[in-house]
């Protein structure tokens, strides 16, 4: 609280003291060479005050400053003000303390390296008044003034509305934004479970394929003893060529099962991908050729027919023989009331009697005389 009694007793001090001075006779002519934005109204009897036009001015003893003060007390780079412009487009003085020895706003010391901002009737000093080292008319201090304001303000037609901050914005943006993340997150997932249900039908696919013709079986039959699964059409026309080994390992081949439920599973994936099915002529075409018509069929007393060339007549050869068929036994309806008539007659008709021949007796033997 004692710096801040301080300061506005200094404040008030300075305020009787600026309305004494002129306005222009007091001004260094040169710092006058720009357009002028802040002055430096000096407190120290002996130096002038100081107008500002660069948004840099660098205060010190080094010829190369901005502002030299020529005071063994102040070191080469002692300070410096710094013009620039806010976010929103508001004009901000800060200073930047450079010097070991320390520079003072409003009686505080800054530090080196520190900044501080100043606004209009802040006072800087530069050398601040000490018992037995400073005395009170050897400070260096100056009031900042501004002068002009060179803040880059709204056109007032502006609606309200748009000059003030939305607070909900950064939250609406925020969320936006995790939105967006998260659907992609999820379109990703979906992408890789796609490509993975892809990997898993294809690998399945090819479980379900023939070895003979490299296409989804049907009718599928298995060899004993290796287990391998071919289409019933396409491991017919295989046998049928005198082979009795398997297509794919060549094993002997003791019998023939149809696969009931691999033809179930088969099936029930196509129910799934329908896209897969074989055409009907394709299927006519397997149906035809397929000699398994019973669950197994053995190779050391069924290959024989087969190769011998015995297989079951095609379809179209069983549809003339059924017709064949069904034209003879029309023809022996027709025959059946003939015969009837003459098996009655037959009935009808006097046995004829057959006379058995007398069985011949033998002549019993005389009995030889005493």
């Given at each position: 609280?004692?710096?801040?009694?301080?300061?506005?007793?200094?404040?008030?001090?300075?305020?009787?003291?600026?309305?004494?001075?002129?306005?222009?006779?007091?001004?260094?002519?040169?710092?006058?060479?720009?357009?002028?934005?802040?002055?430096?109204?000096?407190?120290?009897?002996?130096?002038?005050?100081?107008?500002?036009?660069?948004?840099?001015?660098?205060?010190?003893?080094?010829?190369?400053?901005?502002?030299?003060?020529?005071?063994?007390?102040?070191?080469?780079?002692?300070?410096?003000?710094?013009?620039?412009?806010?976010?929103?487009?508001?004009?901000?003085?800060?200073?930047?303390?450079?010097?070991?020895?320390?520079?003072?706003?409003?009686?505080?010391?800054?530090?080196?390296?520190?900044?501080?901002?100043?606004?209009?009737?802040?006072?800087?000093?530069?050398?601040?008044?000490?018992?037995?080292?400073?005395?009170?008319?050897?400070?260096?201090?100056?009031?900042?003034?501004?002068?002009?304001?060179?803040?880059?303000?709204?056109?007032?037609?502006?609606?309200?509305?748009?000059?003030?901050?939305?607070?909900?914005?950064?939250?609406?943006?925020?969320?936006?934004?995790?939105?967006?993340?998260?659907?992609?997150?999820?379109?990703e997932q979906l992408k890789q479970e796609q490509l993975k249900k892809d990997k898993d039908d294809e690998?399945?696919?090819?479980?379900?394929?023939?070895?003979?013709?490299?296409?989804?079986?049907?009718?599928?039959?298995?060899?004993?003893?290796?287990?391998?699964?071919?289409?019933?059409?396409?491991?017919?026309?295989?046998?049928?060529?005198?082979?009795?080994?398997?297509?794919?390992?060549?094993?002997?081949?003791?019998?023939?099962?149809?696969?009931?439920?691999?033809?179930?599973?088969?099936?029930?994936?196509?129910?799934?991908?329908?896209?897969?099915?074989?055409?009907?002529?394709?299927?006519?075409?397997?149906?035809?050729?397929?000699?398994f018509k019973n669950d197994i069929f053995k190779m050391d007393t069924d290959f024989a027919a087969v190769?011998?060339?015995?297989?079951?007549?095609?379809?179209?050869?069983?549809?003339?023989?059924?017709?064949?068929?069904?034209?003879?036994?029309?023809?022996?309806?027709?025959?059946?009331?003939?015969?009837?008539?003459?098996?009655?007659?037959?009935?009808?008709?006097?046995?004829?009697?057959?006379?058995?021949?007398?069985?011949?007796?033998?002549?019993?033997?005389?009995?030889?005389?005493?």
């Open positions: 609280m004692a710096s801040v009694q301080i300061t506005d007793l200094q404040r008030e001090r300075h305020q009787k003291y600026l309305e004494t001075v002129s306005d222009d006779a007091d001004i260094d002519p040169h710092t006058r060479q720009f357009e002028c934005w802040a002055r430096l109204n000096s407190l120290t009897k002996g130096l002038k005050h100081l107008e500002l036009s660069k948004s840099t001015v660098a205060f010190g003893r080094s010829p190369d400053n901005d502002i030299q003060v020529s005071d063994q007390r102040l070191s080469l780079k002692h300070c410096r003000i710094l013009r620039k412009l806010s976010e929103a487009g508001k004009m901000v003085v800060v200073l930047e303390d450079t010097s070991s020895n320390g520079t003072y706003l409003n009686g505080e010391i800054i530090g080196k390296g520190k900044f501080r901002e100043i606004k209009n009737g802040d006072e800087i000093t530069l050398l601040q008044e000490q018992p037995g080292i400073v005395k009170h008319e050897e400070l260096i201090a100056f009031i900042f003034e501004v002068v002009k304001d060179i803040s880059v303000v709204a056109p007032v037609a502006a609606p309200v509305a748009v000059l003030l901050p939305n607070p909900e914005a950064p939250k609406q943006s925020q969320q936006s934004q995790e939105d967006e993340e998260a659907k992609k997150r999820k379109d690998m399945m696919a090819e479980q379900f394929d023939c070895g003979i013709c490299y296409q989804l079986m049907y009718q599928a039959v298995s060899l004993m003893p290796c287990l391998h699964n071919y289409c019933g059409g396409c491991f017919s026309d295989w046998i049928k060529r005198g082979n009795k080994d398997c297509p794919n390992c060549r094993d002997a081949i003791i019998m023939v099962k149809k696969n009931a439920n691999l033809n179930s599973i088969i099936d029930s994936y196509l129910a799934v991908k329908p896209q897969l099915k074989r055409t009907q002529a394709e299927i006519d075409e397997l149906i035809e050729k397929n000699i190769a011998n060339k015995k297989a079951p007549a095609p379809v179209a050869a069983l549809v003339r023989a059924e017709s064949s068929s069904d034209t003879s036994s029309s023809e022996e309806e027709k025959e059946l009331p003939r015969k009837r008539l003459v098996r009655g007659a037959a009935a009808k008709a006097k046995p004829v009697a057959v006379k058995k021949a007398a069985p011949v007796k033998a002549e019993p033997k005389k009995r030889a005389a005493k």
